[in-house]
């Protein structure tokens, strides 16, 4: 089993920026590709951003790109999604995915 731990949420205001985290366990991290995904209030869940295993290949949801960077510490096993220019539609319950595994999700909240 993988465990998977999201940090880094908050409320901010718009225009602002934040910095997710994901941390995960074992020693296979660097061997799988990390994926964020975000839910909005009464909204389907839905892809943000994606990292393959070496970092050197990413997609991004076309309502974030430009603005949010995802990139990894194969070393620290964590997963990361730098988020600037935030808009009040970013507010969401963001999600990290290793290896089929999801963390328990986090906060982002964004005031106009």
């Known amino acids: 089993q993988v465990r998977v731990v999201e940090s880094g949420g908050g409320l901010v205001q718009a225009g602002g920026s934040l910095r997710l985290s994901c941390a995960t366990s074992?020693?296979?991290?660097?061997?799988?590709?990390g994926t964020w995904f975000r839910q909005a209030p009464g909204k389907e869940r839905e892809f943000v951003a994606r990292?393959?295993?070496?970092?050197?290949?990413?997609n991004y949801a076309n309502s974030v790109k430009g603005r949010f960077t995802i990139s990894r510490d194969n070393a620290k096993n964590t997963l990361y999604l730098q988020m600037n220019s935030l808009k009040p539609d970013d507010t969401a319950i963001y999600y990290c995915?290793?290896?089929?595994?999801w963390g328990q999700g986090i906060q982002v909240t964004v005031s106009s």
């Open positions: 995915i290793i290896r089929g595994y």
């Open positions: 074992g020693r296979t991290f660097g061997d799988y590709d």
């Open positions: 990292i393959d295993w070496s970092g050197r290949n990413t």
